[in-house]
Structures are given as structure tokens and as C-alpha cells.
């Protein structure tokens, strides 16, 4: 992974609550630098993302407003009103060169935000004046992170699993490419929580998702998941544009398949890159040789993507292939 | 291209010494020494003296993507835990006249001890003029920092403290700092090393034969600033897809466009012609 954080920036306001000290107590050889506000330090101007990744810093803070989010266009939705997302954990120990957080954030540091129960009250407060009454009040929680990955030293995963489980009319997704599932055993799983697997194959991992387990791996840490009862969401989400996109992503859609039971899968979502177009522009300027700008790539009320017709060739193909393995009501496309 | 920063010229000396630094006389507001690619400017004493000599240096320089700067200088400890001569890597600082902290990002591999650093406006003599704070105390680097943060980056900024006192100022003279910087000449040394091996991000450029097609197009259609900038992009990414350039760009030159929406229109179709290839 990318850091072994020698350096923990504490807000004074966090210094006293019990997920500071346990979080300081796994990182003993770390520099502590206390600051007023985490946002004098993470907002700091002309941060060059990249080179941060090589040397991440750990921010320990106080959320204090915006504390659970509607979902933006860009994010799959299911089709639901009620989707939201909040962001227990900002950034990623992961380096993935398609990533929204690189065009989101001003700095790659790893902000953690040690008042969850806040979080978690703004999620029970919102739950009954959720728009749809009929629905449940679906919770993105990994979105701007990855929790499972670096769970064993940042143990934020497990309080809002069990959040999760005890909580009414609730749907929590919770993102990841870890293959790091041994915790999981003494977690005791939820109906109401989708633990999300990205997939990607292989090449794609090798050549922009830095840091990231293998292709097998993450099969591996899926099916240990299926095995002790979670309900697991697979993602191929972004596809990633090449010449060979097609075989590349078939050919994966069949190994998962082979691998892992078909009919424990709560259901599968996929789409093309895409992204906010401000945050695309600061994703040229950081990565300016990247693959991802090798794609034939398409302005489209503000989102930047692959161009119409290949996007509709992209959901034929890939839902093609799903069709195979899975029912259509769990085949789940992305569209604006 | 490194840059050196020290408030007193007796705290220069040993690394003039050392790096064989040579006056530079076009500088005429500051002593300024260069030698190859280092630069050191000796600022006075004092913040302001420090923000206008550092923005002075930095505002001559026409590309400062490669640049890094290096404060050195000896600071004051409020506490006798941190040994006499023992050099510092600051990792934030404080204005005490402001309240305003910056925070170097600090991302080489070094071995230094770090510390946190106030910046007074006058002489801390005592622990009542440093008040709560623990660590080092200087009269000079919020402003270094400050004016560095204005031209580079938190990644670029760097700055190496030794402590010369425990707040008991009056027995330092200008031959007893250079001991001072002299002792830890080895350790200043090695940090500049780390500093000049650090690799930062080049801007990207396209070959000169695309940069040629860049300038045709924009006189052939009289693009506009923003419009120059979107075609770099497109082109970069074209360039970037296959390797070249495709040539019958210059079908959508003429006729040269009659009025500025014509211009428009032709604009938007070569961009979707870069973009499909």
C-alpha cells in the first residue's frame, strides 16, 4: 500500500475521542503535529497530488457539517431517491489513475473524521424523511475511500456495520477492492449491507489501479465473503477503454463466474469511465500521461465519458455476457 | 534548481564555503551567492526582510516547476530536551502575530528530528515571550514561508532549523552561529542532497512539430485565448492516443472563416476530428 503514515495530523478538537487513541496507538513511531483545523492543512494550496500518494500523511479530525450527502449524478443510484453517501474517511491508500478523488480533493493525505457517531446520528436522522417512504434509504459509505482495505489500522468498517445491521428501513453499501477479509470473520454480516466488490482484470490492475490486490486476490477475498454470509455487490465500474476492451472484460466477466457462485451474487453494476468535467481537468494536469486520457473521450452535460454510441456498446455486450450467469433484474447498467 | 535561504550572512558562510558560492552582483537589494544550480540569499533579520528577499529571488525566475527552497538558520528551544546544535526539520510554523500555521510538506526520506517552530516579531528572551508554545522559535521563517507559498508548492518548501539557545540569546556571536551551522554542515549537507534528488512533475509538452500545428491553426482560424487552451488539450490527448498528429487538419483552415461564428462552428468540428482519431 502507499504509506506507513509517519506523520498524524491531530485537530485540536479530535484529540480526545476514543478513535484518535486508538488509531495514534497503531502508528506509535509516527510524528504527531497538532493543528487547530484539519482544513488549514488539507486545503492548502498548489498540493501536488502524485507525490503525495508516495508519502501519505494521516489527518485526524472533527467532522463538523455536511455529513451525509445526496449522491451525485455520476454515481450509479439504482434508481432510488434515497440514495446518499457520506464520507466517513476521505481519500484512499489505493492509487487508482481514474479516480474522481484526485480532480475532488486538493491533497491526497488520508483525513479521518473520528466523530462517527455524528455520522452515524445524521444517517438515523435522515432515514424517516427519506423521499422514497416506501424504499430504503440507500447509504453509499466508501465511496471517497476504501474502509475495508485499511480496516486492521483504521477500524471505522466494523461500528458502521453494526450501525448498519441494527438500523431500520437501511441500505448500506460499502465499496472496496481489499482482499483483506480475514477481519470479517468476527464481524457478524447483515441483510441489509452490500459489501461491493470492483473488479477489473488484470492488465487494467497492473497498468492504473496502483497498490491495489490482483484480479485473483479479490476473487478469492469475494468468495471467502459469499462463505460467511454477506451479501456481496460486484462492480465492474469504470470500464476502461482500449482496443481490446471487450475481450478484456468478457473474458473476466467468465472467470468471475467460474469462481464464484453465480447465484450468490446480490446483483452487479457496471458502466463506462466517466467523471465530473472540473474534476477531469485536474486529472490531466495531474496525470497528464496517463492511459485514462487514451480514451476516445466525450464532454456530455458535464461529464466526461466515453462517446454515446460506444457507451450503448458497452451495456449490450457487457449485459450480453452477465446474461449468461445472472437474471436481468440483477444486471444493473449505468446511465445519466 | 535550489534555492537557500538564511537570515544572517554568518549563518551562510559555512555553506558559501562549502558549495564554493560566489557573489552574484547583478542582485543588488540582497547578497546573493549562485554556483551551478544553487542559489543563496541572505535576507537580514526579521520577517519582513525575509518575505521580500525570498519574493525578490522568486519573482525573477521565469519557471520555478523545478525549483525547491531551503530555509536554514539557528532558532531558539523553549525546552533543554532539544540538545544545543541539534538540527531540526520543521513540519509546521507558526505566526504567533497572525495565528496563521503552514505546514512544509515534508515527503523526502530524511533523518532528522522535526519540530514545530513560532515565529515572533521580536527577541524571545524568555518563556514569557514564547507563551504556550513547545518547540522552536525563529524570527524569520513564517516569513520565508509565506512568501515561498505564494510562488511553489507546500512539496517545494523545506526548512532546517538548529538550535542555537534555550531562550537565553545573549552569549551567540556572528563567529559562534557559523560554528554552530559549521557542526551540523555534515547533516545540512545530506539534506540537500535528499532535497536535489527529490524528483518533482515536469509539464508536458508536445513535440515541437505539434507545437508548429498549434500556432497554424490558431493564426489560420484567429482562435482566442481559451480556445488555444482547448486545442492544446485535444491535441496533447490525440498525440498521447496515436502517437502523431493527423494530417488533414488543414482542410478546416480554409477557406479562412468570415466572422467570428463561422470560426466557431469550423473550431468545434476539427476538435471532434482530433478527438475521433
Not at chain 1, 503535529?33 to 501519505?56: C, T
Amino acid at each position: 500500500m502507499a504509506s506507513n503514515f509517519g506523520h498524524i495530523y491531530l485537530e485540536e478538537a479530535a484529540a480526545d475521542y476514543p478513535l484518535t487513541a486508538e488509531i495514534c496507538a497503531n502508528f506509535p513511531a509516527a510524528q504527531r503535529i497538532n493543528i487547530r483545523n484539519y482544513r488549514h492543512f488539507f486545503n492548502r494550496p498548489n498540493q501536488d497530488y502524485n507525490l503525495q500518494k508516495g508519502g501519505l500523511k494521516l489527518i485526524l479530525a472533527v467532522k463538523r457539517d455536511d455529513l451525509l450527502y445526496r449522491g451525485s449524478p455520476e454515481c450509479q443510484d439504482f434508481n432510488s431517491a434515497n440514495f446518499y453517501y457520506n464520507t466517513p474517511l476521505v481519500n484512499c491508500v489505493y492509487d487508482c489513475e481514474y479516480c474522481y478523488l484526485q480532480g475532488k480533493y486538493q491533497s491526497a493525505n488520508l483525513l479521518v473524521f473520528v466523530n462517527q457517531d455524528d455520522l452515524m446520528a445524521a444517517v438515523t436522522g435522515q432515514i424517516p424523511r427519506r423521499p422514497e417512504a416506501e424504499r430504503p434509504l440507500l447509504l453509499a459509505l466508501s465511496y471517497d475511500t476504501d474502509l475495508l482495505a485499511i480496516d486492521n489500522r483504521i477500524p471505522i468498517f466494523k461500528p458502521w456495520v453494526e450501525f448498519a445491521r441494527t438500523a431500520e428501513n437501511l441500505l448500506v453499501e460499502i465499496r472496496t477492492k481489499s482482499a483483506a477479509v480475514a477481519g470479517l470473520k468476527s464481524i457478524a454480516s447483515g441483510k441489509n449491507i452490500l459489501l461491493s466488490w470492483t473488479v477489473s482484470p488484470q492488465r487494467i490492475i497492473d497498468l492504473i489501479e496502483h497498490f491495489t490486490p490482483a484480479l485473483d486476490r479479490r476473487i478469492q477475498a469475494i468468495g471467502v465473503a459469499i462463505e460467511q454470509g454477506w451479501q456481496v455487490r460486484l462492480s465492474i465500474d469504470p470500464v476502461i477503454h482500449s482496443e481490446d476492451w471487450p475481450q478484456l472484460y468478457l473474458a473476466m466477466i467468465e472467470r468471475l463466474f467460474t469462481r464464484l457462485p453465480a447465484s450468490a451474487i446480490h446483483d452487479i453494476q457496471f458502466g463506462p469511465f466517466r467523471i465530473n468535467e472540473n474534476y477531469y481537468r485536474r486529472l490531466r494536469r495531474a496525470r497528464p500521461r496517463s492511459l485514462i486520457l487514451m480514451q476516445p473521450l466525450v464532454v456530455q452535460d458535464g461529464i466526461v465519458s466515453w462517446p454515446p454510441a460506444q457507451q450503448t456498446e458497452l451495456r449490450k455486450r457487457i449485459s450480453d455476457q452477465l446474461s449468461r450467469y445472472l437474471p436481468d433484474e440483477k444486471i444493473h447498467p449505468w446511465q445519466i | 534548481m535550489l534555492i537557500i535561504h538564511t537570515a544572517l550572512l554568518c549563518e551562510a558562510r559555512p555553506l558559501i564555503d562549502r558549495y564554493r558560492l560566489k557573489k552574484d552582483f547583478s542582485f543588488t537589494k540582497f547578497d546573493v551567492f549562485t554556483k551551478d544550480d544553487i542559489t543563496l540569499i541572505v535576507s537580514g533579520i526579521g520577517r519582513l526582510k525575509t518575505t521580500v528577499a525570498v519574493t525578490y529571488l522568486l519573482a525573477k525566475q521565469s519557471d520555478l516547476s523545478q525549483a525547491k527552497i531551503l530555509n536554514v538558520g539557528i532558532a531558539g528551544a523553549t525546552s533543554r530536551q532539544f540538545d544545543f546544535g541539534q538540527t531540526f526539520l520543521v513540519n509546521q510554523i507558526i505566526d504567533t502575530s497572525t495565528g496563521r500555521c503552514y505546514y512544509p510538506d515534508v515527503l523526502i526520506n530524511h533523518d532528522l528530528p522535526e519540530n514545530t517552530l513560532a515565529t515572533f516579531d521580536k527577541i524571545v528572551e524568555d518563556q514569557s515571550v514564547a507563551g504556550d508554545h513547545q518547540g522552536l522559535v525563529d524570527m524569520e521563517a513564517a516569513g520565508f514561508a509565506a512568501a515561498a507559498l505564494t510562488f511553489l508548492g507546500p512539496h517545494q518548501i523545506t526548512l532546517a532549523k538548529i538550535v542555537s539557545d534555550h531562550l537565553d540569546i545573549d552569549h551567540l556571536s556572528a563567529d559562534g552561529v557559523t560554528e554552530i551551522v559549521a557542526g551540523e554542515l555534515p547533516r545540512i549537507t545530506r539534506l540537500i542532497e535528499l532535497i536535489q534528488a527529490q524528483k518533482l512533475p515536469e509539464s508536458p509538452n508536445l513535440p515541437q512539430p505539434e507545437q508548429a500545428v498549434i500556432d497554424k491553426i490558431t493564426t489560420g482560424l484567429k482562435l482566442t485565448v481559451a480556445q488555444q487552451a482547448q486545442l492544446r488539450n485535444t491535441l496533447f490527448d490525440c498525440h498521447l492516443r496515436s502517437g502523431e498528429i493527423p494530417p488533414e487538419w488543414e482542410q478546416y483552415l480554409k477557406p479562412a472563416p468570415d466572422s467570428k461564428s463561422e470560426r466557431n462552428r469550423r473550431f468545434v468540428r476539427l476538435l471532434d476530428y482530433f478527438r475521433g482519431q
